[in-house]
């Protein structure tokens, strides 16, 4: 692994926050990826949605996770060496991305926990809160990532 | 909301399992899902992702996810009436989806909590593993999806 410009562990403490945003998504964006991975029809039509629990289009949820990851990763939302990579987490859509949505993301690192069997490596807890233009949580994620000392890569 | 065929509230209980795929993803699906979402060398290119901690091109996570719902809504593997809405959920990916995997998915309903406010409605907890061609999970998927009687659609 080469070395890569981004924070190390060593850089890493609790309470450190990152932005990235924001990203429009369209309804357009929403019919394209649901009609590839989530075609309900409160993801592909308008007319269809206002019927239905959602009260008209919404995105799918995993394109607002899918979207997160873009802000995170090309949107610098989570600058570290080693990149975003997420062993396990929770996720909660409290309300859904409309078409015409701002998308933005505010990470904190919650917790650091060292390995205790690889020197160097540790996992972080981190909560990405994926806002609108309104200021409305559309999504919490709380993850754990891993984290690499400059040491190890 | 018109009735919709598929499973109701009225026809669900604890330890029903459903099945679907598989679906094939092949390294330019794995290049084009990360190149929109998630643009880290160990999703873009086989070269690159050699010397990454994944040892490998691998699948990004949401890319796995995307799949599994596309299993879930059309493949068949969640035929409830009202759909597949989440509200929140925990997710694991005890190893990468790799270019040529074929994804099946199993869920089985682990828990039905009726609403203590909404007549006719209530949450499962579902519980979706997402295994590759040899059997191996790439992905375990526990949600919470809302529920829906007969009579309230």
Do not use: C
């Not at 991975?37 to 959602?54: K, R, S, V, W």
Request: charged share 20%.
């Amino acid at each position: 692994m080469t070395a890569q410009p981004g924070l190390y562990l060593e850089d890493l403490a609790v309470g450190m926050r990152f932005h990235a945003g924001p990203i429009a998504i369209s309804a357009d964006d929403i019919k394209r990826f649901a009609g590839e991975f989530d075609p309900q029809p409160f993801h592909l039509d308008e007319a269809a949605a206002m019927g239905t629990f959602f009260q008209g289009l919404a995105a799918s949820g995993w394109h607002t996770a899918s979207l997160t990851m873009r802000l995170l990763t090309l949107g610098g939302g989570a600058p570290f060496a080693s990149g975003v990579i997420g062993a396990g987490m929770t996720i909660e859509w409290p309300r859904p991305t409309r078409p015409g949505d701002e998308l933005s993301v505010e990470s904190e690192i919650l917790e650091i926990v060292p390995s205790r069997s690889k020197l160097g490596r540790a996992t972080m807890t981190i909560r990405t809160t994926t806002t609108n233009q309104r200021g409305e949580a559309v999504q919490i994620l709380t993850g754990k990532l891993l984290a690499f000392a400059r040491s190890t890569v």
